[in-house]
């Protein structure tokens, strides 16, 4: 059964800091990994796709990047703003599960 | 293009009562995936259904019900509802099965 983590589970950092979620999972033979920004109280937007024949993926200043082998998947946030301010959630396909989830990393950037 | 959208947004029923959800997914999208999230649990997955056909389904009580129409709009109900119903429902739509793009969710509190 797939199980997905993340750690830390809450995280706070000064503005302009660069910072890394973190995201593993149990079973490797995932064919994609979805990271996802979530507002208190609103649904999740979609951050970045990578699919399992890619090792990075970037959006403005964000990149993900994917190692399946080990199981890990890790977010980077350049020069964080007040705005990055929100839960962080990855999550991956796995069996009859269109996506399983972590629990999250609940995100503060403090101007 | 627009979103995903789900109505109602917010939702107070009692104990006892049912209740039924709407997701209309983005034009085109024929896969439509129901979540429920909560404090406790995170993200769990309800149901998927692709062409009006349930593909998968989580581990759920039966009261936990879906279905798709012609036109791809999905709706999820709950019968007897139970305190511990109470949560964001969340549903998300796909074209191919890949990357998945959630709506803004539809808060149900039971009294």
């Known amino acids: 059964k797939q199980e997905v983590t993340q750690i830390p589970a809450a995280l706070s950092v000064p503005e302009g800091e660069n910072l890394v979620l973190n995201c593993s999972f149990t079973d490797s033979a995932i064919y994609n990994l979805q990271w996802f920004r979530q507002d208190p109280g609103k649904g999740l937007t979609s951050l970045l796709l990578i699919q399992s024949s890619q090792r990075e993926q970037t959006s403005g200043r964000l990149n993900a990047s994917l190692d399946k082998s080990s199981g890990r998947s890790t977010l980077y946030i350049a020069a964080s703003q007040p705005g990055d301010s929100a839960t962080y959630l990855c999550?991956?396909?796995?069996?009859?599960?269109?996506?399983?989830f972590g629990k999250g990393t609940r995100l503060s950037v403090i101007a | 293009k627009a979103g995903v959208t789900q109505t109602p947004r917010y939702l107070i029923k009692t104990r006892g009562q049912q209740v039924t959800l709407s997701c209309s997914p983005i034009?085109?999208?024929?896969?439509v995936s129901w979540y429920q999230q909560t404090p406790g649990q995170g993200l769990q997955f309800l149901f998927e259904?692709?062409?009006?056909?349930?593909?998968n389904k989580g581990n759920f009580p039966g009261r936990f019900s879906g279905r798709q129409f012609s036109n791809s709009r999905s709706e999820m109900n709950v019968s007897t509802l139970e305190l511990g119903d109470s949560a964001l429902y969340l549903c998300?739509?796909?074209?191919?099965?890949?990357?998945?793009?959630f709506g803004p969710g539809t808060r149900l509190t039971v009294l």
């Open positions: 259904y692709f062409s009006e056909t349930q593909r």
């Open positions: 998300a739509s796909s074209s191919t099965g890949n990357e998945q793009f």
């Open positions: 034009s085109g999208h024929r896969s």
């Open positions: 999550a991956v396909p796995s069996g009859n599960t269109p996506l399983v």
